[in-house]
Nanobody, 123 residues
Framework: QVQLVESGGGLVQAGGSLRLSCAAS????????MGWFRQAPGKEREFVAA????????YYADSVKGRFTVSRDNAKNTVHLQMNSLKPEDTAVYYC????????????????WGQGTQVTVSS
């Protein structure tokens, strides 16, 4: 298990950018698939992006493809989500999550979760 803490959320105008960070504690981080999820009010938590343990593979939801970029630094136990061209519909609480599984994983396979960081995009 790893402990995860997100940061970097905030209020931004449509078209702007934010960079979310997730700091992990625990030696298992470097072997984990790491994902970003989001949950808007009244909606289910949804997948945003994920990155394999060695950064060789990345996965994105269609709604963010071309605008968001996920990256990680195993030496610093961090994972980032660069969000560009933000839209009001990107407003949500963003969660970092980790899994010992491989590949594109369902949300149920993520067993370590951060507390979330709020992203609000104004129109």
């Amino acid at each position: 298990q790893v402990q995860l803490v997100e940061s970097g959320g905030g209020l931004v105008q449509a078209g702007g950018s934010l960079r979310l960070s997730c700091a992990a504690s625990g030696r298992a981080f470097s072997s984990y698939t790491m994902g970003w999820f989001r949950q808007a009010p009244g909606k289910e938590r949804e997948f945003v992006a994920a990155i394999s343990w060695n950064s060789a593979s990345t996965y994105y939801a269609d709604s963010v493809k071309g605008r968001f970029t996920v990256s990680r630094d195993n030496a610093k136990n961090t994972v980032h989500l660069q969000m560009n061209s933000l839209k009001p519909e990107d407003t949500a609480v963003y969660y970092c999550a980790g899994s010992s599984g491989l590949g594109y994983l369902p949300i149920a396979d993520y067993h370590s979760w951060g507390q979330g960081t709020q992203v609000t995009v104004s129109s």
